[in-house]
């Protein structure tokens, strides 16, 4: 008799993102006057059109596709090298880290490299996440096996939380007993909160003396304004021979439905095995790309590319100025609200207070109901993230003015009727 | 401490295809005056120029990513809904299976889906693969930990091993002790055989008897000509309670650098836990998919459901039957040659003995040498593939008569060379 992988069964209720659109499908089908007026900042999903150094791009490799001379079959599992070149140079190399070509590993995406990567990580590892968290990590844990149950009021039995809090600026605390796996996010989803050189370098520091590995994941990284918080974590002193990193280009070139995203596998970092050898991750990871995947499509790869060239970088560079400032107008907003707000610079998501006295869900079911306006609860995101919810900068400029307007009205609502 | 997967380190020499790539570029390197005469028959790539109904969509789909309107942000996790319905009715409804469209799961690709199956499947399993083999099968559930050590000669300790030979017709016999996880290739990569009817309805028996699973790879089914051999595993009653089918658009899409496959996961097919409970595995590879993928670029989904259009059916049609004639010839100059072939019928693969007294690796090596033609050994696909190659159809018309030319000549020297 076969035997399903029972760990699944751990996982409480639906993914977060699923959960939110069940209740906005439920309110929209009980609400069908105001339906159409539903406006969305739950999900980080972009909305504003592809660059266009990245569509030509595409254009240009259709038409390799079908042309017999310039055809191109299966890519290479792990990227081809033009582009693994492109990103070596223009994400590390041209910052001063120092990141080969082949330590590049192209994937279609950020999520599935998250999970891709505990194919090869063993069992039994002491997983340490933040609190609250991009749901990903943990689930991904969960299904693995590294977890035990869940526990009432959130979160899993076996993990050591990471408290994210105002008090600490939503920068975490290193563990008090011995993590082997550490998940950091920076700039931070759901917060907004970006790691500075300090907490990096106490984090890889902490990393080297345990012998931990740490998988930073910098997806949100191309928002990143101010010249002194860190890009990656190879600008970290040591960084290579304790740490993972992800990038994705959903945010930076809107390729949320062209799907591409990368790992960072530096050759600097071993393991020891239970035998006492040390064994080099680079090889595992080129090993599992080459059996489990074919690699990325090659249109895809070329639209890649093209974001490192100068029209390419111009047209990131807007892309991402234009969310930044939705995020500031949105800020602006909840502040004029009364509403703490963090994140919002350097991010693409406010992170910010529910009004007194409210939770999470009822913060976002409130915000539902009277204007119309989906966010993320902060309790989706773990315990820590109770009090708060996540709107999301990734708008059109019309929806964000629009958003900004019913937050007033809703303010003035209420002002009234406690007055 | 942090732990990697040390079951990966059981893996035996590379995967297949890298060996030969390396074995190809030491050739070139020391014999430069022939190395621009090489000509690749051994993996399985496409070499004819896109269907131009796909090329077409993705051009529109890419204007819609240029236009904020039609502009396509994060897929559904599982394929777009257009799409999905495409497949079902297209491969399954029309031939008179039952699948629904929200059994259709796309992904980027039969090799990611092949390895991604593991995740939802328990620790435990006793695996069945064939010998020969598709290695994936085998790779996979070793890094998986569902195997022994490898074993001196070639596979793995704890699999078992179905043969596959000239005496069964490449049809494997039920094996002799119970196993949970059974993959099935038709038609067969390596050997081009196509399961028939007969062996299918044993198989899914068996399958129904024993509580086991059958992974049933249909990557090439496009190739099938004859209309007595099933397409599908759920032509055959009760498939659907023990069978997941893998489907890949790679060879009757001419994808393989597009990406695009999928996975049909029927709503029938439950698991019993270790507590007794009864799990639909729908619901879990559902969660699967949610939690780790962000789905499918919206240019391949669009190329994808544009095959399933009239033009596109008559353009894939003509692009298999292009292979399946290279495959008649390059049989038709085997057997010439006084060696016995296998497939090449229903099967872009042509599977052959190896001149008498060759090993698969020592024909390897003398088709590369003196005819500098690339083929996979047999040997490399498992014990019983010893002593046969594999060679590819999927080549331009130009080069397969080239081969056909090279190996005739071959012939005419080793015969003169004899006599």
Redesign the interface.
Same mark, same amino acid.
């Given at each position: 008799?076969? =035997?399903?992988? /029972?760990h699944? +069964?751990k996982?409480s209720a639906? %993914?977060l993102f699923?959960e939110i659109a069940r209740r906005v499908a439920l309110f929209a089908a009980e609400n069908p006057s105001v339906a159409s007026r539903i406006i969305r900042c739950g999900?980080g !999903?972009?909305? /504003?059109? +592809?660059p266009?150094a990245a569509?030509d791009a595409?254009?240009k490799a259709?038409d390799d596709?079908?042309?017999?001379e310039r055809?191109?079959? %299966?890519?290479p599992p792990s990227g081809y090298d033009f582009v693994r070149a492109a990103v070596a140079e223009g994400d590390f190399r041209s910052r001063g880290c120092s990141v080969a070509d082949d330590e590049i590993f192209l994937s !279609? &995406?950020s999520?599935?490299d998250a999970?891709?990567i505990l /194919?090869?990580?063993?069992? &039994?590892?002491r997983i340490a996440i933040t609190d609250p968290v991009y749901p990903?990590y943990a !689930?991904?844990n969960v299904?693995a096996g590294n977890s035990g149950v869940a526990l009432e009021g959130g979160g899993y039995e076996g993990f050591t939380y990471l408290a994210c809090t105002p008090a600490n600026g939503f920068s975490p605390a290193l563990p008090t007993s011995p993590v !082997?796996?550490i998940y950091l996010c920076s700039p931070n989803n759901p917060t907004g909160a970006v790691l500075d050189r300090t907490a990096l370098t106490r984090w890889v520091a902490y990393a080297r003396e345990?012998?931990?590995?740490i998988l930073f994941d910098a997806a949100y990284e191309a928002f990143i304004r101010d010249p002194d918080l860190p890009h990656s974590i190879y600008e970290i002193e040591g960084a290579r021979s304790c740490a993972i990193e992800f990038r994705s280009f959903?945010k930076v070139g809107?390729f949320? &439905?062209? $799907?591409c995203g990368y790992t960072v596998m530096p050759k600097d970092l071993y393991?020891? @095995?239970?035998t006492g050898a040390r064994?080099g991750?680079h090889a +595992?990871w080129m =090993? $599992?790309w080459? @059996?489990?995947?074919? &690699?990325?499509?090659?249109?895809?790869q070329c639209a890649t590319a093209a974001l490192y060239s100068p029209a390419g970088r111009a047209q990131t560079r807007a892309l991402t100025d234009f969310y930044l400032d939705n995020a500031a107008l949105l800020a602006d907003a909840c502040e004029s609200m009364g509403l703490t707000t963090y994140g919002a610079k350097n991010s693409p998501y406010v992170w910010m207070t529910c009004p007194t006295g409210l939770g999470s869900w009822d913060a976002f079911d409130l915000l539902l109901r009277e204007a119309q306006v989906v966010t993320t609860p902060g309790a989706g995101f773990g315990r820590c993230g109770e009090g708060f919810i996540r709107i999301s900068a990734f708008n059109?400029r019309a929806n964000v003015e629009e958003v900004v307007k019913r937050l007033s009205v809703l303010t003035a609502r209420h002002s009234s009727r406690a007055s």
């Open positions: 008799m076969f =035997r399903v992988n /029972e699944f +069964l996982l639906g %993914y699923p999900i !999903d972009v909305t /504003e059109p +592809l266009s569509a595409m254009r259709i596709l079908t042309t017999r055809f191109r079959g %299966y890519p !279609d &995406g999520k599935p999970s891709a /194919e090869i990580l063993g069992s &039994g590892n990903v !689930d991904t299904m !082997d796996v345990h012998k931990s590995v959903s809107g949320t &439905g062209v $799907r393991a020891t @095995t239970s064994i991750l +595992l =090993r $599992r080459a @059996t489990c995947s074919n &690699g990325v499509s090659w249109p895809v059109s």
